[in-house]
């Protein structure tokens, strides 16, 4: 443990539970649906309201070998492909097979897909996949549909949610498990200020951190808060170098910030082309898949072509769609599109790659075990092994769906919980709140609960600083020049400087009351921005080559000789990062035991 926590009053108030899940988008809400069903007493914690987090926000879809003639062979295959050879094999087989049926479960508590006319799920292309495995709903509004599926699933099963919550820290008890989480309330509500859930088990699923740069598809919300949650609780997160930047995102302008629209792949899945303002579709001979191509070889031929023309953005142009196509098949993108002044069924949509989703993050194993005891990850904020240097299009949710499975049985096992109400079994709750299955000699039986340690407190707890006002803004623009889309020893350089002078800034503040930032959820969510920043900073400038979404102009070749690894980085008790590579491709285990399925 590291004994590093935000500076932040003490907890005013204090629930308890079995289980603590920080996130509401599909990995978080099918942990706690599960957990629920097996009698946990779960309770969800929230950043904004349940259906705010990057999960709605989903256009593309799900992928999953439905479709007749594909197997999970093949979309392990594309997988593979696209993650330029860091993907765990295991993890990634762990995901194709598990994938659909887990899919068919979402579709049985409630989320409804696109049809065929013979009643069969529609499936469409995306980059890298060279089958059309692409589940969708609402035409390009999947990601809403799925939330909002798992929102009414959870309300009608009545589990506990606290929304517009910033989580903080870790709990641990006297060994160093962990006991919880502290959490900051903003607003009215049942509970106010800062509070405390106390669990023995805690699952981050708090999504990602697209809003270190300026301009990102992820929402307001997407600050890092479980990356940087886990590296002061002294966990390990690994592959943070690798930040996917989607093509084809809606070019507002140069100077444009914050959430950005997204022009999903499936448009060009359908067959839209990605044209220079000649007119010239420059991903043709770029590619065997052209504009299918995998997202990094997608952003790189963008960018490419945006430097040798001199220009801030290329095209998208499916104008030979028609309008009742866009209408009937991307009405979302349609709207977004129409609202900034620009219709795609009369004239190309501009477009440029921005930042979209990171493929590393909080490291655990094939349960979702983080090297904290207790501590679980599953969704954007973990790192599986299953994305590698690259996420394949539409993996992200099936992976959240998948892993947070996986956690919930886990979590069961570990606490003694009955998966009676996901097996079909009849079940009653008794008194401890665990739900009861009855055996074939009529008696009642349920796993012996592992009885949890109360949190104590860290003795001579360190704070992180937090930064000075106007932080948050300088952090995202030096992210955004130093560590975009292009990158090098030099850009890397300046932006580590730019953000070590930022963190020694904040440390100055805290010993001196005139300049240190108030506590707050500005100032925790700025704190939390410049931990994952120095992390992917350091992750990517210690990484000498390009790979994936990693693209490095000093060093422009793949070298598997030197590179064919994984950088795993912690924060020391000292606050500084700690950063190692791996022996091999394969990651070591997280808890004193192999990466077993």
């Given at each position: 443990m590291t004994g590093i926590r935000l500076h932040a009053p003490a907890p005013g108030w204090a629930i308890d539970a079995d289980v603590v899940v920080v996130g509401s988008g599909v990995a978080g809400l099918t942990a706690a649906l599960r957990c629920t069903a097996a009698g946990l007493r779960t309770v969800v914690v929230t950043k904004a309201r349940l259906d705010d987090g990057s999960t709605r926000w989903a256009q593309g879809g799900i992928a999953a070998a439905l479709g007749e003639g594909d197997t999970p062979e093949q979309h392990l295959d594309d997988t593979l492909v696209a993650g330029a050879g860091l993907c765990d094999e295991e993890a990634v087989r762990l995901l194709v097979t598990e994938g659909p049926a887990a899919v068919r479960r979402l579709i049985a508590t409630g989320a409804d897909f696109d049809k065929t006319a013979d009643g069969e799920i529609a499936l469409t292309r995306e980059g890298g996949h060279h089958r059309r495995r692409i589940a969708h709903a609402g035409g390009d509004a999947t990601g809403a549909e799925i939330s909002r599926a798992l929102v009414e699933a959870i309300r009608d099963r009545g589990v506990r949610t606290i929304e517009h919550a910033l989580v903080l820290d870790l709990l641990t008890d006297a060994e160093g498990r962990t006991a919880g989480v502290t959490l900051h309330v903003m607003g009215e509500g049942q509970h106010d200020g800062v509070g405390a859930v106390h669990a023995p088990a805690v699952v981050l699923a708090t999504g990602g951190m697209g809003q270190v740069f300026s301009a990102t598809t992820n929402p307001a919300v997407s600050t890092g808060d479980g990356v940087a949650l886990a590296l002061r609780a002294g966990a390990e997160v690994s592959d943070l170098e690798f930040v996917q930047f989607h093509p084809t995102v809606l070019f507002l302008g140069a100077d444009s910030e914050g959430q950005q629209p997204l022009v999903s792949e499936a448009v060009r899945g359908e067959g839209a082309y990605l044209v220079d303002a000649d007119g010239v579709r420059f991903m043709l001979g770029q590619h065997e898949l052209a504009e299918l191509a995998p997202r990094d070889?997608?952003?790189?031929?963008?960018?490419?072509?945006?430097?040798?023309?001199?220009?801030?953005?290329?095209?998208?142009?499916?104008?030979?769609?028609?309008?009742?196509?866009?209408?009937?098949?991307?009405?979302?993108?349609?709207?977004?599109?129409?609202?900034?002044?620009?219709?795609?069924?009369?004239?190309?949509?501009?477009?440029?790659?921005?930042?979209?989703?990171?493929?590393g993050g909080v490291r655990t194993d094939l349960r979702g075990r983080t090297t904290v005891p207790g501590l679980y990850a599953c969704g954007e904020v973990a790192c599986t092994g299953v994305h590698g240097a690259n996420r394949l299009a539409s993996n992200s949710l099936l992976e959240g769906l998948v892993f947070a499975e996986r956690i919930a049985d886990e979590i069961i096992e570990d606490l003694g919980g009955d998966l009676a109400g996901e097996t079909g079994e009849t079940g009653e709750t008794g008194e401890s709140g665990k739900t009861t299955a009855t055996a074939e000699n009529g008696k009642t039986t349920a796993a012996a609960p592992r009885v949890p340690g109360a949190p104590v407190p860290h003795p001579a707890p360190v704070t992180l600083p937090l930064p000075v006002a106007g932080a948050r803004t300088r952090i995202q623009r030096v992210m955004t020049a130093g560590a975009g889309v292009l990158r090098s020893e030099r850009s890397l350089r300046e932006a580590a400087e730019a953000l070590d002078a930022l963190h020694s800034d904040a440390v100055a503040g805290g010993t001196d009351d005139s300049k240190s930032a108030e506590p707050g959820v500005e100032s925790w969510e700025t704190t939390n921005l410049l931990c994952v920043g120095r992390v992917l900073v350091a992750a990517a400038r210690r990484r000498e080559e390009t790979r994936g979404c990693h693209w490095r102009e000093d060093h422009p070749d793949r070298d598997d000789a030197a590179w064919h690894r994984h950088l795993v980085v912690r924060l020391t008790p000292e606050r500084t990062l700690d950063v190692r590579t791996t022996d091999t491709p394969d990651f070591p285990p997280t808890l004193d035991a192999p990466r077993e399925p």
């Open positions: 070889i997608v952003a790189k031929a963008i960018m490419r072509r945006m430097q040798e023309q001199g220009t801030e953005h290329m095209y998208l142009d499916a104008r030979h769609f028609g309008a009742e196509m866009w209408a009937e098949r991307f009405p979302t993108i349609l709207a977004a599109c129409r609202s900034h002044g620009i219709d795609p069924v009369t004239e190309p949509i501009p477009v440029a790659p921005a930042a979209h989703y990171a493929s």
